[in-house]
């Protein structure tokens, strides 16, 4: 009101306007242009790809570098012996040292600092000025593994032992073959299709039978009456819904199955408590007569379905080697074998930009260039990465190494990550789902980060993993009825052993190492007697 009254050249009354102070206030609102400086981390396409490539398995990198390989002209396999085995290594002593970096043969040394993708600290020019002292062919020293797939087959290449190999019958193959000849309806021998398609490894229909026909359009009574007609095929007990009509299927067949039997499926919560006296009431048979019955349970097969193929579980090969060397230390090594080796020929690049005058295919070689060159950078980071972290880990958890779980220490990601000087969702990403194999076995390296539990005598923490052993170890040495420990008596032994610890932390630990309760422990150690 006041501006627009200035404005108008009047003055209101009561008011002693000031010409500088309306100024302002007119000033302040028109556009302005102001500078201002800040820094903003873009994740950019290769940033994100660098993220990626530390999170991935070997297995999920291997599948990646196949589509790189195949969508990039510029990339080749590598076939050289450049990067052998004892290049990976780094050497953790009994003591406290100062880690080095993996000398590796590297496309520049700008690809050897230190890969912090969550800070945004990848410091890789992905040139070809950096690439080509070393990139110049496919035999450059760029590659820096084994080939995963191997070459050194020395008969013909010509035979393929899977080929020649009999391939294992699939249970819904099994399944199949029997619903040809055991039905002749068309109809029904379409909805027994659909049945079996909805069949688990394990040989049961989890889906729900009213869905199951509103999909197909049909009765629920027709669906049933297909499901009878499977539930006979063989294994006997395959297509049960759940695990006792599993169970009564393969009783049925056997001529075992009578009104005490069908009362004891009916309870197997409290078979599974070992509550055979409770159990022996129920079904109204004597305590000889009910272990007669439970034999015959432990005769069936609860899961009938893995008699035949099934996916074969994959083997975990492990990322990194440890194994300890004549003086104490530990000789820390990436398995070459699983890091696929690519090379980047900028000779064909060269040539092809030599030999060209088309822009548009400039400008895709030099994407090319530069995706090329930016993935073997990563590629190699990647593998220097998990190194140091593993290297690291070995030294902070060298008593694991040396003498079991009973010295594994606390430790978390901030440890490390200051350690090495790199952020904790870096150590996250490049600990998920990569193995170390000992001479203990292989674990995770997620497994080496564990809570601290406090020392009642004010000494070191200890870990929650050493924890557990000590409670494993507590209820391994229970004999009989009369010697099992209750969770109130552990924590008093592991009190007495300088473990200060709740009761309910170890009624959590106990359950994480699927152990029954005190309760349901003497009910087993009394039936065994």
Known sequence: MLLDLYLNGKKPNGYKTSQKAIRRGVMALSPQIKLKQGQQLAMTPQLQQAIKLLTLTNIELAA????????????????????????GVDV????????????????????????????????????????????????????????????????????????????EISLSEHLSAQLAMAVSDERARMIGAYLIDQVDENGYLRADLKDLAERLGVSLTRVQSVLTTLQTFEPTGVMARDLRECMALQLKERGEFDAPMGLMLDNLDMLANHDLSGLAKVCGVSTDELSDYTARLRALSPKPGLAYGTDMASVVEPDVFVQERPDGSWAVELNSDTLPRV???????????????????????????????????????????????????????DGFFAYGIDRLRPLNLRTIADAIDMHESTVSRVTSNKYIATTRGTFELKYFFTAAIASNDGGEAYSSQAVRHKIKILIDEERDAKSVLSDDKLVKLLQNQGVDIARRTVAKYRESLNIPSSVQRRRIMKNKQ
């Open 343 to 397: 090379l980047m020929n900028s000779r064909y690049y060269a040539e092809v930009l030599g030999g060209s005058k088309d822009d548009k295919v400039k400008s895709y070689m030099s994407e090319c260039a530069q995706n090329a060159s930016w993935l073997v950078k990563s590629l190699d980071q990647r593998a220097r990465t998990i190194l140091k972290v593993s290297s690291e880990i070995v030294k902070m958890q």
């Open 92 to 167: 953790v002593p009994p003591s406290e040292v100062d880690l080095t970096e993996l000398d590796l043969n590297t496309p520049s040394k700008a690809a050897a600092d230190a890969l912090d993708a969550s800070e945004g600290q990848l410091n890789v020019d992905a040139t070809m000025a950096d690439m080509a002292p070393s990139a110049a062919s496919v035999g450059g020293d760029i590659d820096w593994s084994k080939a995963g797939s191997g070459g050194t087959f020395s008969g013909s290449n010509d035979y393929d032992p899977a080929a020649n190999t009999a391939q």
């Open 64 to 87: 990646f570098v196949e589509e790189q390989l195949e969508s990039n002209p510029l990339l080749e396999r590598g076939t050289g012996t450049e990067n052998r085995r004892e290049d």
